[in-house]
């Protein structure tokens, strides 16, 4: 079976620009959640998608945004990028909420570079 | 609030000996508890979790971690490291009374030598 694939692999723009990342669940999954892993921290959650609707939100600024389609894949936007947004974006995908005993199961990622 | 703290940023072992990789959380509620593994350019890999069942708990690849509620520990040990075992290792709390994002530590590296 197919994991979770997210596109582009590698991405780089320039300050003010804006970039839509992808994410594609595993099949059967209802869940996408997105996270921004910067060079030597942990992942840092942004967003979750369940059944097309946003069900949580990290701390992030207005300028990020998601959504997430009927065949339940995702996008993420960013707006007026800004160097501080270069990281390594990570989607996660699970059959429900991922509460309790459900696991998350990550994708590659998506590196940006913002120059 | 919901945070993790891996005590370690570093780890250095010899191939053979064991590993401990230290963990320490707070949750204001019965969390979930998980152990990630991140190769170089590779995305992360779910090495075990604890939700609440047998406090022992073993996952792949010969890990394994131990949930201590008194001490708010969730160490991951292996008895015998392996040079293919370096990689970074992340600790991560969910607080289910809190919502469903993942709380993740700052990791662990963990490097093997001959």
């Known amino acids: 079976d197919a994991g979770v694939t ?15 990342l992808r994410c594609s669940p595993i099949s059967g999954h209802k869940s996408v959640s997105w996270y921004q892993q910067v060079l030597g921290q942990g992942p840092q959650f942004i967003f979750q998608y369940y059944e097309k609707e946003e069900r949580g939100r990290g701390n992030f600024p207005d300028r990020f945004s998601a959504r997430q389609f009927p065949n339940y894949s995702s996008e993420l ?15 996660a995908s699970s059959p429900g909420l991922a509460l309790y005993q459900e ?13 | 609030a919901q945070s993790v703290t891996q005590l370690d940023s570093h780890v250095s072992v010899s191939e053979g000996t064991p590993v401990l990789l230290r963990c320490n959380y707070s ?24 939700t609440s069942a047998a406090t022992l708990v073993k996952g792949i690849n010969g890990f394994e971690a131990e949930f201590k509620k008194s001490e708010t520990s969730f160490h991951l040990t292996k008895p015998s490291a392996h040079m293919s075992d370096a990689a970074e290792y992340f600790c991560v709390v969910r607080d289910n009374q809190a919502g469903t994002a993942l709380i993740f530590g ?6 093997v030598s001959s």
């Not at chain 1, 994708?107 to 120059?115: I, S, Y």
């Not at chain 2, 700052?106 to 490097?111: A, I, N, P, R």
Request: hydrophobic share 35%.
């Open chain 1, 77 to 91: 936007n960013v707006n007026a990028l800004l160097l501080g947004d270069s990281a390594l974006y990570l989607c």
């Open chain 2, 27 to 50: 949750s204001s509620y019965s969390p979930s508890l998980f152990w990630y593994v991140q190769h170089p350019n590779k995305g992360l890999q779910l090495l075990l979790k604890y």
């Open chain 2, 106 to 111: 700052k990791g662990t590296t963990l490097s």
């Open chain 1, 103 to 115: 696991t998350q199961y990550f994708g590659p990622g998506t590196r940006l570079l913002v120059l």
């Open chain 1, 6 to 20: 997210q596109s582009p692999t590698h991405l780089i723009k320039t300050r003010g620009q804006h970039v839509t």
